[in-house]
């Protein structure tokens, strides 16, 4: 089979695809032979960052990935051959809080992940996937989808009539819009494009702020909340856009935080001051996976998809991420 | 002005409609002209029973409507003449969990409550309406509305992808109904009548169970959740159908209780054996009111109004409550 | 070795000491030498109410055990020789809420418990045992140590200055009072025996009410709140108890439901009125054991055992249960 | 009678004792007779800052007052004549979560303060005080007390067996260690004194750490917690040491943000890569407050008092808080 393997030097340049043999299922896993990627912003970074990460040997890259189980391991009963299943993130993070036991099992990072024609999964760390979706719009799911749900609905908490605050039109910010509207909550949507505007308006953001033409956003949020402020943002932007998230939050709200930052610095007296709750969020465990997975059921929520390319043009997807151009996510069919 | 007052004898015919002077309204206090009520269970218990729940003298029932600011009291800011008001269940429950002491303020039981045509409310008991409704439409939100966003929402945690079990088609249900449809939550609905069913199926409902067709219903619950049981139900029947409740909610679930039981005994046996969370839902504080508003607003749902009568038809009103035959709100205009 | 099993039969004296094979672990398993067991009300009902729970074959009973690791499966590393070890009731309840799928692995019960010289346990389905504690007094922890720690603080949520109504002085109550005093906890307790209620008070319960010199001991309850009622019950009782601990409780309080039920009816009208949460508790996931645990050290808390009888007179142990006399737990050592 | 008043140019110095007329209670309002006041840092900036938190006339400054009621307003009954009481720092939070409209009620900052002779509070703005306390004891509970409390157990969620970390020796923190003590959490307390260490040993702080002997003191913090980290700091020192607590924090842990910052920036990466939730907490309700001293009261904790001037001397108390050298709280007897 054909896996594609991060170098010792890194970089996207430095990807290769290579040959392995096909491996066998053992007791507790299943065989999956892939049909789609996605892309992540952590998976550029790991494959930028290979020797920084602690990655020295060649290394499969890429944490999403859905496909169908070719073979099940001795004993295996959670799944059976042709199931359409989709991975988890961290392979071994089943439900409850974080804890420093998951970081390991990373896929895509501290072990093999996804961008391969075959790959071996513990059966904890797959889940059927959703009915209604493809196996391009299931990639999509582990790593931003799961995110954005942790983000907004179980850890953010936020319900109908609510204001929550989208920073532009990644991966994250585009599912949060999509469960924010299955859900009643109120979004307030940044961009610097105003035909991204246009797309996140169509998906039924209600208040649309270019960054571009107005630096001081913040001061549009607090004018679309009345002067007081959403309930929630859904950061991914990073130390740069942190403060003016911070400014737009109202007294005793929350700030969901994302994402690989941008760096930078920021000061904390607001935090205080305001009462805010500033929680970090890693994707989250694999029960909360199917509880999204119900509700995009349920609500007949398709990811959106801006751009599909070929296994042979991996490289490609990564440059495109780099470009960070897109609206939604950007896959890989194999 | 005129008032309707309970009778010492109790009773929907011992209903008088006496003469009493218009009251000027004190520090803190608003007077409001109502244009609406509506009717819940609670309302006409307390005059069939007005006795035995300590009512002596001439007692204005109904704790629910809505009207226009007349007058405000002496340095009164929150309020000014001319705003659209609803008032609150519990004048004094303004946050928090409830507490013994909130018990002696609610409108229509302990003291006086809105059925005539103007009334004194504390200025922390009322607030402005959503704007998008009409008075009778906000006359429904007080006690049925608010209790149904509490069971679904704020206590029974519900969010996107549950699925939720409602027993018939009263004003706690419908409202569960349309706060469900616009959360992304999946619902399962009994009646006893078809014609109903097809007005619950056209605003949203996922399920539908004639429960007189099929007395063993849970049956149905358990098939239309694959064996599993409902996140929650908002149980609203009382002990005759609290066993079926139980027998319908999955392992670890949850059951909203609700409304003036009607009496009969339970088993907790199944509550220990399936960890099920049983809690006791009492309306609600002033600002889950205005978190529901907020929700009512931002997803257009309008109250679904039954029957409408007359101020000086009010007997009608309980008539119609009595036969139990409504689906969504009975309301009273003024 | 040697294993005692339930007879189909059912009761204490079809209990019988037979031999089996030693087994071999298999991956992600290990070998444990048991040193002793702790007997819960749920094993005696079990033994005697084996065929109505589908118990056929030879069943090893009891739950609760601890040993040491005498081998480790091919590949184990949670692990090692000699290690002293605790199991869990549920061996695949690892973390997050309880559901469906944890039922089956359940210890002597679905599948065989720990009444034996060796068994094989998940390493997943193990703990290491807190270190101030001897093997006696680990093997009162699984079943009935955790059920407090769930009742009171993780599901209780019961928290410095509160007033918790613990009801007898079986295993639970005994944990719970243990808890309660290490956490600045208040307690009512009742017994109908002075003896014992002399014993609750040196282990630092502050209320003590003999309820067969009063058996309307709510009353008492609420003198002991000022009228105000407690903030949680442990109710370990029954139906039978269940209604004198809804009057026992706040408007607003909480009771945690637990134990194998005595049978009996209750009203559900007091749950609503007094807007009271009603939570079923069956023990608890691996990860609130470890906290427990951690509980138990910083707090250099000891079980209290009343009574330890050897392997071989493990009968005795389920007749000590049946009287119901005893206070706090019963060990079987092996 | 005599009140201290802030003078326009600021500063301890600035301070200035004055006449004024006892004041009338009016509806819902008491008279109060202060006994004693303690300070925080607050009530020092404020004094330093005063022109640029808007403070323009003669503003009575502290937030933290207990003594005997002395009149009631017309129709009053919370309380009568000769009550012990303390108020609320907000005098408009009675319960639920903060909001902007609370901000404005804060005594000794938008109003003013308790470092009088006589005070008008709401009945809202003050409870009983506990009866075990002196006048002194009572007024370090307002802004210090409830803030350790609000930190650790309220918003910090925490319970017996975890581990938390308390930085230095000032009223935060010790209220903290003496909740902790009591609540049967694991303590990690720094300080640049070995004598003040001492005292905290005394209070049952679990593990000590010299920060200036020790200036890496997140590692020592690792090594205390088997390198997993602590499951909350109570952080009161700023950004100086945030990122140290940060560094200190276990992977999903907590931090409880508190008092007035020095300023100063930090990365947030690590809050998102460890999933830590940072929390801003500012005080806290009413309701939290009667809870707390329900603690207080049930596990006999008397807060630790540091130093004690009179009436006169206020401005001395300005300077000992100017020094930052106490342990615990600093009070002023009137």
Known sequence: MKVWVINAEGGIDGLQMIDRDIPKPGPGEILVRLKANSINYRDLSTIKNAAARGIAGERIPNSDGAGIVEDVGPGGTAFKKSDRVVGTFFQDWL????????????????????????????????????????????????????????????????????????????????????????????????????????????????????????PNWEEKVMEATDGRGVDLVVEVGGAGTLEKSIASVRVGGRISLVGILTGGQMDPTSIMRKSITLQGIYVGPRDMFERFNAALLQNDIHPVIDASVEFADAKEAYRMMEKAGHFGKIVVTI
Chains 1, 2, 3, 4 share one sequence.
């Open 95 to 214: 439900s409850g809080s974080i804890h420093e036991g998951v970081m390991a099992s990373a896929l895509g990072g501290p072990i093999d992940g996804l961008l391969c024609e075959y790959a071996l999964l513990e059966e904890r760390g797959a889940l059927h996937m959703p009915d209604h979706l493809s196996f391009e719009e299931a990639a999509t799911l582990p790593c931003a989808g799961l995110t954005a749900w942790h983000c907004l609905i179980e850890g953010g908490g936020a319900r109908a009539g609510q204001t929550v605050l989208l920073l532009g039109t990644g991966g994250v910010s585009i599912f949060a819009q999509q469960i924010a509207k299955a859900s009643g909550i109120r979004t307030i949507l940044t961009s610097s494009s105003d035909e991204k505007l246009d797309r996140a308006k169509a998906l039924g953001a209600d208040v649309l702020i270019n960054y571009r033409d107005c």
